[in-house]
Each structure stands twice: as structure tokens, then as C-alpha cells.
């Protein structure tokens, strides 16, 4: 087998001559066009499905009443057929202004692994009809799940949520995080210009329990939103987005306010949440999201809540700058990645997550995982920018000059993610091998791009392989619309330089399409070509195949990657 290290410290002859920019071998583009309507008062904001067991799942809407109507009674049905020719579970839920009128039900009585329609009645109004299915219990030997993150209303149309209801094989869509942006109007820096009529309401920073009422009740307004939600049942745990940018337990470099504010805005947000998303409720501490969902004996997924419960404040690239300025400082900020006392998950939620670990038997283990897990170092690009666009950078990013101290020395190129964390990840993958496992699956989003990163612990043993799925609108910092025509040639210095990367790109929106079927899997990166209108062209970025064997889960055999991509592999 040729040693990648060496295959990455030859590539640096691709640094020089022709530009770094590869092909990229796509596939069969389809042409779809995204549904036209919303669905009408009273239901106007859709209904959803989420959370299934075996026998119930949680199933959603929002009376939208003219007026304020006080208490309002609303009747549900499930059935087997689209038609309700019979019904399979029934009854009625009272809702009024204390839920933001919206209606959650735990429909139970249900059988294992079946498609189940529901819809819900007000008068003699009715709902769209949504479709759902219940987890399956023992014998399962396939999956295929949807992988999405980061949705942001002003930068895109949700083509890519239109594309997944599109697909009525898929048993879940998973869902990794930043469904909605708590951000004021052009507050994503550098990014392109916000689009007329999708802009944010309320328009300023959401920030009261109303804001966020606003905000979610605005993205669920979207049809190709609806699409999905009404197509399949959804897995959903937050990233920093529902709640503040870059937020952690005890604030968020945005918010104005002590400790006591904080925690009163993110119960807030929390509520939001749990009000308008079909989840199953936390219990008393709504930040405890951390769930575990089990496909039967086949597959064990675990949602990690890596923000609201325990998280210690991040070190942005803003304040990597102040702090590398001083005497000794690259030390102090490598000493503040390496911290063992800074928490991520908390020592409750690894604690659970090492019984769903042990719990998981020869199945595959699959972690929810809202920011990137594997190393990733930042490239030194400061040889490839001419003067000009060194300038560029710093008047279009304000925190470039952090970006740009993380170059010269090394330093993470996501301060955000699980490098910031760096003794707590060594936590988390003590429990996978405490559990006697070395082939976990890890789900990943919150970058804007897409990634394939093998996992291993500090002493080399194997952990896994990550798996980190597109935005579905939100601009990636490795795109074109944000860097420029240099994007691919950044994508590929990262991969040179980091022996955990196998593959990253931020050229596309797009979803992972996953299917596991036995010991075997295949990943494939849709894209789609477009998020700035709501026409749009589909097709397969690349494709990876998994294979779990001998206590490890191997990636291997990649499509529609460029000459490039592939060497660097």
C-alpha cells in the first residue's frame, strides 16, 4: 500500500505551475423544480414527523388562528393508507398561546418498521397529509438515511430539502444541526448579498422567546421545508445557530448581557425549539437533547449535544489573533485547545453515551455530530497569496488576521469544532474503545463543505470514519461565492497537510445519501447545482463505499473525485 504521507509531501509539486483546480466527474444532472404552494390557514406552517420508537412517533403542526382564539382543540389521525379509509391511532390535543399554538403528539400504539400517513383536523379544515415510519425492531439488515445541516433562508432556496422529499425510500432524514439562523440581517461576513423576500423576521438578532417564535415559524413557511418534513420523519439535534452564533453554556461572543441574560435567552431558544421541531421533550433541562435511536438490532444512532448543556466558550479566529499578538502566545492557545478541564459533552452525556455504546452489540454505531470531530490543522497559505489578495481577505473577513496566525503556526483551521476540545475527544473515543469498538460511523455538519476524515485516538488506534455532509444554503468558507476561484486550491492544501483528511470540498450544496446494508455501505454527496433560484439540476458529487471488518470501518473506492482529489485520497 503506498504511504500517504508520502504521496501528501509529493504533492507539493501541485503547488506550482498550473493552478491546483481539479475536474470534478459528475454524474447524471436532473432538472427539478421546487413545489409552488404553502399549505393553507389554519395548517399553513406543515406538519412533521420525528423522535420515533418502535411503537409511537411524534407528530407535528401549527394552528395559525386569525385573532387570538384562546384554547384551541385539534383532532389527529394515523392510518396505513393515504386515504384513511382506517385509522391506526386517533385523538385530540388542546393547544393555545403558552405552545405558540402549536400541537405535538406522541401517536402510540403503532407497529414496528411500518409507513404510517397521519394528519391532523380543525373544524372542517385539514392538514396536508404527512408520511412517517416507526423504527424497526430486530432482523433489520438495511438503512438508508438523509444527512443534512445548515439551512440558512437568506442565502439559498432549500433545493436540497425538495430533492430529499423527492425520495420516498429513505427511512429518516438525520439532522445535523443550525436548521434556522438566530442571526440579524447580513450578519454572515463575507458572504454574498442576502436575497430579497427571503430575508430573517424578525430582522435583528433573535433574542427573546417571541424572536424565536418569529424565526422558526418563518423557515417553516418554506414549501421545500414542508416537502420534508411531510416525505419523512426527521432526526434533528441543534448546532450554535438555533440559539447564537458560536454559542457555549455560558454565553456567545454576540450577546450582550451577564450570565443570568444568557441563560434566560437560551432557555428561550430551547423552547422555540422544542415547540416548533418534532422531537420528543427533554424533560425538565431542555438542553439534555442527547438521545439514542435504535434501528432494531441493525444500527444505533447517538445525537450529541455538544452546545447548550456543557460546552465551554469556543476560541474564534477573532480572539486566536489577540491572544497569538502576545509574548508566548501560540503556546497559550495551544494550552487552551489541550485544556483537559474544557467540556464539549459533559461528563452526564458521556456517562449515557457509554451505555449506548455497550449497549449497541455488533450493530453499527452511528454518532449525530454537529461539528467536525477530526483533526484538522490550517494549511499555510500565505505562499500562494499575492499582496492583493492577502489585502482582499482582511477587508472582506475581520477575523483573517487569526486565520492567517493559524496558518503560520498550525493552529486548528475550526477553533469551533472538536480541536478546540482536544482532551474531551480523547474522552469520547476512551468510551467507543472501552465499548470494544474501533469501526464507528460519524455524522457530521456545521462546515459548509463536504469531508471524508478517518478517526483515530492520540496513540494511532482506530476509531472510525467521519462522514460531514454540505450546507443546504448556507455559503461554505471553502466555496467560490467566498473566496473565490482559489476555493479548490485551499480544499486541496487541506488535505495535503492533514493525514486524518481524506477528502473535503466546498463547491456544492448538497446531502449525504447513506445506505448501510449488512456489514457494507455506500455514502454519496448530492449536490445540487443551485441554491439561488428554485430550479435546479441534481447529481452526484462523489460516492465512497464503507466496509466494517475486523473491528474497523474502512473508506475506499471513490467517485467523481478530480485527478487531484484522487492522488491526495
Known amino acids: 500500500m503506498m504511504d500517504r504521507g508520502l504521496t501528501r509531501r509529493a504533492a507539493l509539486t501541485l503547488l506550482t505551475g498550473a493552478p491546483l483546480a481539479g475536474c470534478v466527474s459528475a454524474g447524471t444532472r436532473a432538472q427539478f423544480e421546487a413545489p409552488g404552494g404553502r399549505a393553507a390557514a389554519p ?100 438503512l438508508r438515511l438523509a444527512v443534512v445541516s445548515c439551512a440558512h433562508l437568506s442565502h439559498g432556496y432549500f433545493n436540497v430539502y425538495d430533492h430529499i422529499a423527492r425520495e420516498a425510500a429513505f427511512d429518516a432524514v438525520i439532522h445535523l444541526g443550525d436548521y434556522l439562523y438566530s442571526q440579524a440581517p447580513g450578519a454572515f461576513a463575507g458572504a454574498p448579498d442576502e436575497m430579497a423576500g427571503r430575508r430573517h423576521q424578525p430582522p435583528h438578532e433573535a433574542k427573546t422567546l417571541a424572536d424565536y417564535r418569529t424565526r422558526h415559524a418563518q423557515y417553516k413557511e418554506d414549501t421545500s421545508l414542508q416537502a420534508l418534513h411531510a416525505a419523512h420523519p426527521v432526526y434533528a439535534i441543534w448546532d450554535d445557530h438555533e ?30 425549539y422544542h415547540e416548533w421541531m418534532p422531537v420528543r421533550d427533554a424533560g425538565e433541562d431542555l438542553a439534555e437533547r442527547y438521545k439514542t435511536i435504535r434501528f432494531g438490532d441493525f444500527a444505533t444512532l447517538c445525537k450529541l449535544e455538544t452546545r447548550a448543556s456543557a ?15 502576545e509574548p508566548d502566545g501560540i503556546a497559550a492557545v495551544r494550552a487552551v485547545f489541550a485544556d483537559p478541564g474544557r467540556e464539549k459533552l459533559g461528563a452526564a452525556q458521556l456517562s449515557q453515551l457509554r451505555a449506548a455504546f455497550d449497549a449497541a452489540g455488533e450493530g453499527w454505531l452511528i454518532l449525530a455530530n454537529p461539528t467536525l470531530m477530526a483533526p484538522v490543522k490550517t494549511p499555510d497559505v500565505r505562499p500562494y497569496l499575492s499582496y492583493e489578495a492577502l489585502r482582499e481577505l482582511k477587508t472582506r473577513w475581520k ?98 497537510d492533514n493525514p486524518a483528511v481524506r477528502y473535503v470540498s466546498g ?38 463505499r464503507l466496509k466494517r471488518h475486523a473491528g474497523r470501518l474502512d473508506v475506499s473506492r471513490p467517485r467523481g473525485l478530480g485527478l487531484k482529489q484522487r492522488f491526495l485520497f
Do not use: C
Request: aromatic share 8%.
Open 43 to 142: 395548517f399553513r406552517h406543515g406538519v412533521a414527523s420525528g423522535d420515533a420508537r418502535g411503537t409511537r412517533v411524534i407528530l407535528w403542526t401549527r394552528v395559525s388562528a386569525a385573532g387570538n382564539p384562546g384554547a384551541v382543540a385539534v383532532d389527529w389521525e394515523v392510518s396505513r393508507t393515504p386515504n384513511f379509509g382506517s385509522l391506526a391511532a386517533s385523538g385530540r390535543l388542546v393547544t393555545d398561546a403558552a405552545r405558540d399554538w402549536t400541537v405535538k403528539v406522541d401517536a402510540e400504539g403503532l407497529s414496528p418498521g411500518t409507513v404510517y400517513h397521519y394528519r391532523f383536523r380543525l373544524g372542517e379544515h385539514v392538514s396536508p397529509v404527512g408520511r412517517t415510519r416507526t423504527l424497526p425492531d430486530a432482523g433489520t439488515r438495511r
Open 243 to 272: 440559539i447564537a452564533n458560536d454559542a457555549s453554556r455560558g454565553g456567545a461572543p454576540g450577546h450582550h448581557g451577564d450570565g443570568a441574560a444568557w441563560q434566560v435567552r437560551q432557555a428561550a431558544a430551547l423552547q422555540a
Open 311 to 325: 460546552r465551554d466558550e469556543s476560541l474564534g479566529f477573532g480572539a486566536m489573533a489577540a491572544r497569538t499578538a
Open 399 to 496: 477575523d483573517a488576521g487569526g486565520f492567517l496566525a493559524a496558518a503560520e503556526h498550525g493552529l486548528p483551521l475550526l477553533p469551533d469544532s472538536w480541536d478546540g476540545y482536544i482532551a474531551e475527544r480523547e474522552r469520547l473515543f476512551a468510551a467507543i474503545h472501552g465499548a470494544r469498538r474501533g469501526d464507528v460511523l460519524v455524522l457530521t455538519g456545521d462546515t459548509h463543505s463536504w469531508w471524508v476524515n478517518e478517526l483515530s485516538a492520540a496513540g494511532g488506534a482506530p476509531v472510525g470514519v467521519e462522514l460531514a455532509a454540505s450546507s443546504v444554503s448556507a455559503p461554505s468558507a471553502l466555496g467560490a461565492g467566498l473566496i473565490g476561484e482559489r476555493a479548490r486550491d485551499l480544499s486541496l492544501l487541506i488535505t495535503r
Open 507 to 544: 463547491e456544492s450544496h448538497g446531502y449525504i445519501d447513506l445506505e448501510l446494508e449488512g456489514a457494507d455501505g455506500m455514502a454519496r454527496y448530492v449536490a445540487v447545482e443551485t441554491a439561488n433560484a428554485p430550479g435546479y439540476r441534481a447529481w452526484q458529487q462523489a460516492a465512497f
